[in-house]
């Protein structure tokens, strides 16, 4: 089990450096599948938080916070009554719903990206209620998965948003946005993390951190279409496992 949930780390921090979102999309369905769904998606937003929170270092320069400011606030209105909803929903549910969701979001994410090829971005850049709807979709999604990355993406693509700027300015509010998940569910949906020993808690750490730095070391060397179609594969496979066993389960 450690094994996997290391290789999983390792392989979503690499997404995470290199394309600035990836690291629930990828890692938090295998992770969901090897400790449950309730620890694991709360593992996810630790994992998550910690990633960001390093790349935000790196790229802080190139954060536009007044878009930070509507997507994080949005986002916290809706955190709280999503980790209430949690609280009476079985194992098998909740793998479900969070199948659903990466299947969902992944597509809708794929579809969009016609759009940029096109040169097409019906969302105008400078309105706030499309910020506010793409904060709030990613705060349920970070509550109820673990990922709130596919919904900002969307935003992205379809407003023509700088793809330099938009994943720096997804980091703190990835950051944010997974604290806040955690805080709640810790609070009001009785969760907790997954039973492991000290030494293991500090191997998984070590792990997001390497992730962080081969990904660092390969993103100027990696082709970012390339990056972008395995992330595609992998949350796939992931979203399509988890749904799986949510439905055998049920």
Sequence with gaps: MLTLLVLAILVGGILQRVTGMGFGLVAGPFI???????????FVNLAGAIAS???LGRVVRDVEWRKFAWLVTS???????????????????????????IIAAMTLAVVTTRLRRED????DAAAGWPLAVTGTASGIGSVAAGIGGPPVAVYAVLSGWDPRRFAATAQPFFAANAVAALVAKLVLADASFPSMAPWE????????????????????????EAT?????VLAYVGGLATLTRGLTGL
């Design 228 to 232: 972008r179609r395995v992330l595609i």
């Design 53 to 55: 929170t390093l790349i």
């Design 201 to 224: 808690w500090v191997l998984l750490m070590v792990a997001i951190v390497g992730g962080l730095a081969i990904g660092e070391v390969l993103a100027p060397r990696v082709s970012a």
């Design 120 to 123: 097409r971005h019906p969302v």
């Design 32 to 42: 969901v599948l090897i400790v449950g769904p309730l620890e694991g998606v709360l």
């Design 75 to 101: 986002s916290f209105v809706v955190t709280v009554p999503a980790a209430l909803l949690l609280r009476d929903v079985s194992a098998p549910a909740l793998e479900v719903t969070i199948g659903l969701f």
